[in-house]
C-alpha cells in the first residue's frame, strides 16, 4: 500500500522560495495497491495527481469535507473528462442538500465554465457518515469529526497497515480542552494505533487561542491527539499559508523538545510504502 502526498497546506495554496520546501499545494493525497487506487480530497494537489493516477481504469475519490480548499482542484482533474474513466466521488451526508447540488454549487457558472453533470466520465456520487465500507482491497471507516459542516475522516486499512487521514479537525474544542477518555476524543475510532495518521496541525499554541471554534488544531493538541490515539506515526498537516518552511520547522523543534511522540511534518510530494 503506497501513500503519496499531492497537497499538504491549509486554507489558500501558496507559492514562493519561503513555501517550496514543505508546499504550497492544498489538500489531496492517494494511496495505491495493485490496480486500485483512492484520492483523499480534492484540493490542488489533486490537479499533479490527475496525471499520476490515469493507468487507473476506476479512481475513486473521498471527501473529507466540502470547504472550498479541498475541492477546488477538482475541476482540474483530468480524469474526470476521460470518457473511458469510472469515477467514483464519496463525502459526508448533509442533512440540508445531496453531495450532487452541493459539489454542483462550485462545478458551475459563475464560478466553473463546466457544469459537474456535463463531465463525460462515467460518475458516480457516495454520501458517507458514520460508515463503513468496501473499495477493492481497502477497507474504509469514515466517521464525523469535529470541524465546521459536515465533515469526515478516514482509516484506511489494508491487511494489518492502517493509514489514518484527518486534515481539518479540532478535538480540543470545548471548555477544558480535550479529554482523556478516548470514547469522548473526536476521531479516536479513526486514529487508534494508525501506522500512518495525518493529522491538522495548522496553529502554534498562541495562535490557536485566538482562533478556537475555527475548526483546526494547535501542533501541541495534534500532538496529544496522536499520544492518546496511539497512532506509530504522525504527520503534521493543513500548514497555515502564512507559515514559512523556516517557520514550520521551528513549531516542530519546539513541540518535540517536550514530547517522545513520533511526529514529522508533512510534505507534498512525499511517498510512504506501507509494505
Request: glycine content about 10%.
Amino acid at each position: 500500500m503506497k501513500v503519496k502526498l499531492w497537497g499538504v497546506r491549509g486554507s489558500i495554496p501558496t507559492t514562493g522560495p519561503d513555501t517550496e520546501k514543505y508546499g504550497g499545494n492544498t489538500s489531496c493525497a492517494s494511496v495505491a495497491y495493485d490496480d486500485h487506487v483512492l484520492v483523499l480530497d480534492g484540493g490542488t494537489g489533486i490537479r499533479q495527481c490527475g496525471a499520476s493516477v490515469s493507468q487507473y481504469k476506476r479512481i475513486d475519490i473521498l471527501l473529507t469535507h466540502l470547504h472550498l480548499d479541498h475541492i477546488q482542484g477538482l475541476g482540474f482533474f483530468m480524469p474526470l473528462f476521460d470518457p473511458s474513466k469510472e469515477i467514483h466521488i464519496w463525502g459526508p451526508a448533509s442533512s440540508s442538500q445531496s453531495l450532487f447540488s452541493r459539489i454542483s454549487r462550485y462545478l458551475s457558472p459563475p464560478l466553473f465554465p463546466v457544469l459537474l453533470r456535463d463531465v463525460p466520465c462515467k460518475l458516480e456520487l457516495h454520501e458517507v457518515s458514520n460508515t463503513e465500507f468496501e473499495i477493492g482491497p481497502f477497507k474504509i471507516r469514515s466517521s464525523y469529526i469535529i470541524h465546521p459542516g459536515p465533515t469526515v475522516g478516514y482509516r484506511i486499512m489494508r491487511k494489518d497497515f492502517v493509514f489514518t487521514y484527518i486534515p481539518d479537525h479540532e478535538p480540543a474544542l470545548g471548555k477544558h480542552g480535550m479529554v482523556h477518555d478516548p470514547k469522548w476524543v473526536s476521531g479516536y475510532d479513526l486514529a487508534e494505533g494508525a501506522d500512518i495518521m495525518l493529522h491538522d496541525s495548522q496553529y502554534t499554541t498562541e495562535e490557536y487561542a485566538i482562533r478556537r471554534g475555527w475548526g483546526h488544531s494547535s501542533i501541541n493538541d495534534a500532538g496529544l491527539f496522536a499520544s492518546i490515539t496511539s497512532a506509530k506515526h504522525t504527520l503534521f498537516a493543513h500548514h497555515d499559508p502564512g507559515h514559512s518552511d523556516g517557520f514550520l520547522e521551528e513549531m516542530l523543534a519546539s513541540f518535540k523538545s517536550g514530547s517522545n511522540v513520533s511526529v514529522a511534518l508533512a510534505k507534498e510530494g512525499f511517498e510512504i510504502d506501507l509494505a
